[in-house]
């Protein structure tokens, strides 16, 4: 597996709404602009970009912590999936986010962080700054 990714962004909303808004399908789909399928219930399955990306509702700790497996499209068939965990912590009237993605296949981790701020950090920035 590759390595790990730890990504950090600062949010003007509150962890609560953060928190619904990943595990909601409307929300969810809003913000990144493509369609996504979400849950809010642990073991069940969820999809985003138009199901591009993939996995299941491992823990989850309203509002502070989501723990998913995640896949691509583009993981070799025979690889594990990955693991995606969302922190978020109450700083003032914003919201710090972390993400934590690891158990990436071999030689992707570039690409998922540069998709991690194209197609979500920078949309949610844009998103919840209106």
């Given at each position: 597996?590759?390595?790990k990714?730890?990504?950090?962004l600062?949010?003007?909303?509150?962890?609560?709404?953060?928190?619904r808004?990943?595990?909601?399908?409307?929300?969810?789909?809003?913000?990144?602009?493509s369609?996504?399928?979400m849950?809010?219930?642990?073991?069940?399955e969820?999809?985003?970009?138009?199901?591009?990306?993939?996995?299941k509702?491992?823990?989850?700790?309203?509002?502070?912590?989501?723990?998913?497996?995640?896949r691509?499209?583009d993981?070799?068939?025979?690889a594990?999936?990955?693991?995606?965990e969302?922190?978020?912590e109450p700083?003032?009237?914003h919201?710090?986010?972390?993400?934590?993605?690891?158990?990436i296949?071999?030689?992707?981790?570039?690409?998922?962080?540069?998709?991690?701020m194209?197609y979500?950090?920078?949309?949610m920035r844009?998103?919840y700054s209106?």
């Open positions: 597996m590759d390595r990714l730890e990504m950090t600062d949010l003007p909303v509150p962890p609560g709404r953060l928190y808004d990943w595990l909601d399908s409307a929300a969810h789909s809003s913000f990144t602009g369609p996504a399928h849950s809010s219930v642990i073991n069940e969820y999809t985003a970009w138009d199901g591009y990306i993939k996995g509702n491992l823990e989850l700790q309203t509002p502070k912590r989501i723990m998913q497996t995640w691509t499209t993981f070799p068939e025979d594990p999936d990955s693991l995606l969302l922190v978020f700083v003032g009237e919201t710090w986010s972390i993400l934590r993605h690891s158990d296949p071999d030689g992707q981790a570039d690409q998922y962080e540069e998709g991690w194209d979500y950090f920078n949309p844009e998103y209106k």
